[in-house]
């Protein structure tokens, strides 16, 4: 999954007002009293688990398939309208994926396109990958390089805390804009460390989010998002959520927004407000195609010899062992604020 990336101070207002006129504005203001559902940690940690029990949903794979009828199952039981978007995906090493990104709509829709009254202003937008490493290459142990990865964390969590909110939503009357929640998959077949000789065009990772971005961009009926939120690996044990530098790049003033919700509802600890580098993940497509501003909120572990991601990291020890339900917590509940928030 993702990787560090130089990156590029560029003036954000700039960057905005390039995007496309199907994008909504956005404000950054957020309720400085707590607002909406009390998120349910344990609820989400059972979600993470349930995607486990599957096995590794690498690409192409039996569990991968299971599991994704399991999310739009859940997705669907939360009454949310899920439509899935099938394609034929190409790896770094030629492999033909079969792809699926799940679109689950709180406020039915269609690609995001609103049928209901009162999401006029434009869409709130999560996001998380849901595929699993196929590869535990960065495993201090170089037998498990070519094994599969459990992904607790890179890949079960967000879809996990995405699925909780869902239930949720369901539950609460006073939400006042719509929601589309999609799980993009193909994101983890990106070239691993071990593979120094196949030659690589465009950009391996994060394939799942760059069709979708294609997708989005060339229908001139899609919806307006006013801001998209990305989750990714929210369940680690220890983490902390640094400004990742793409994100202030594209969406300064919804990481502004997203860390002072994180503040007014306690979780003020973990999203620092120091800046991290910017990070190749699927709100790079959704920024540079689409055109929604989108932050992704992403752990940084500055003192981790292992990886800046964390231990786990596509690693064999990315399992349930290591997710952290305070984690889970601090994250939806900081979601949660932000959704209620808007108007």
Not at 5 to 18: K, P, Q
Not at 87 to 108: F, Q, V
Not at 313 to 329: F, P, V
Request: aromatic residues 10%; charged residues 20%.
């Amino acid at each position: 999954m993702k990787k560090f990336c130089v990156f590029v101070a560029l003036c954000s207002i700039i960057l905005l007002s390039a995007c496309k006129s199907k994008q909504a504005s956005s404000s950054p203001s957020v309720s400085l009293v707590p607002v909406g559902p009390v998120f349910v940690a344990d609820s989400a940690f059972a979600y993470c688990q349930a995607q486990c029990e599957f096995g590794p949903r690498s690409m192409n794979s039996d569990a991968h398939e299971k599991c994704a009828q399991w999310i739009v199952s859940k997705f669907e039981q939360f009454g949310c309208k899920v439509t899935t978007q099938d394609a034929m995906l190409t790896g770094y090493d030629g492999t033909a994926l079969k792809s699926k990104n799940i679109i689950a709509s709180y406020r039915p829709s269609s690609m995001g396109v609103s049928s209901q009254e009162g999401t006029e202003g434009g869409l709130i937008l999560l996001c998380a990958h849901w595929d699993s490493r196929p590869w535990a290459d960065n495993d201090p142990d170089s037998a498990n390089w070519h094994k599969p990865v459990m992904a607790a964390n890179d890949g079960a969590s967000g879809v996990a805390v995405m699925l909780e909110i869902a239930r949720l939503l369901q539950k609460a009357d006073s939400l006042q804009v719509g929601v589309d929640f999609i799980c993009f998959d193909a994101e983890d077949w990106g070239t691993p460390q071990w593979d120094t000789t196949t030659q690589v065009n465009g950009n391996p990772w994060a394939l799942g989010a760059q069709y979708w971005a294609q997708q989005y961009a060339e229908q001139d009926s899609a919806a307006t998002y006013r801001y998209g939120i990305l989750l990714d690996m929210v369940g680690g044990q220890g983490a902390r959520f640094y400004q990742e530098g793409v994100s202030r790049q594209y969406a300064l003033d919804i990481v502004k927004k997203v860390w002072t919700a994180a503040k007014v509802v306690g979780y003020g600890s973990m999203f620092p407000d120091d800046a991290n580098g910017g990070i190749t993940d699927d709100h790079v497509p959704v920024n540079e195609v689409a055109k929604i501003p989108c932050i992704d909120i992403i752990p940084y572990y500055p003192d981790c010899h292992q990886s800046s991601f964390g231990p786990t990291w596509h690693t064999a020890i990315d399992d349930m062992d290591h997710i952290d339900k305070n984690t889970l917590q601090a994250v939806g509940q900081t979601v949660i604020q932000v959704l209620f928030s808007e108007k």
